[in-house]
Nanobody, 129 residues
Framework: QVHLVESGGGLVQAGGSLRLSCVAS????????MGWFRRAPGKESEFVGA????????SYADSVKGRFTISRDNAKNTVYLQMNSLKPEDTAVYYC??????????????????????WGQGTQVTVSS
């Protein structure tokens, strides 16, 4: 497994921006596709977006498409979630997650939590109206 630590959450007004970071431990980061999920109070976990191992392919939930961007820096073992034009309904705890390590081949972007094997502790994002 890989240890993940998120940071960058906070309180922002509607229309503002935040960038979340997720740093992974160990040497397997570049071999893992990554994803971001969020959980709002009283709601189930929601897929936000995913990125493949090389960083040249991403997928997003319809609710964030065009506003959020996922990127990664394999040299820094870090995946980012740039969030622009934030809305109050984006308020949630945001989690990054790692899929199983792969040396070769590609898989479709994972949109279900069950496809991920390691999770960070989460970072709170609150968007005020």
């Amino acid at each position: 497994q890989v240890h993940l630590v998120e940071s960058g959450g906070g309180l922002v007004q509607a229309g503002g921006s935040l960038r979340l970071s997720c740093v992974a431990s160990g040497s397997t980061f570049s071999g893992r596709a990554m994803g971001w999920f969020r959980r709002a109070p009283g709601k189930e976990s929601e897929f936000v977006g995913a990125i493949n191992r090389s960083g040249d392919s991403t997928s997003y939930a319809d609710s964030v498409k065009g506003r959020f961007t996922i990127s990664r820096d394999n040299a820094k073992n870090t995946v980012y979630l740039q969030m622009n034009s934030l809305k109050p309904e984006d308020t949630a705890v945001y989690y990054c997650a790692a899929r199983p390590f792969r040396l070769f081949g590609s898989v479709a972007h994972g949109t279900s939590p069950s496809e991920y094997v390691s999770w960070g502790q989460g970072t709170q994002v609150t968007v005020s109206s």
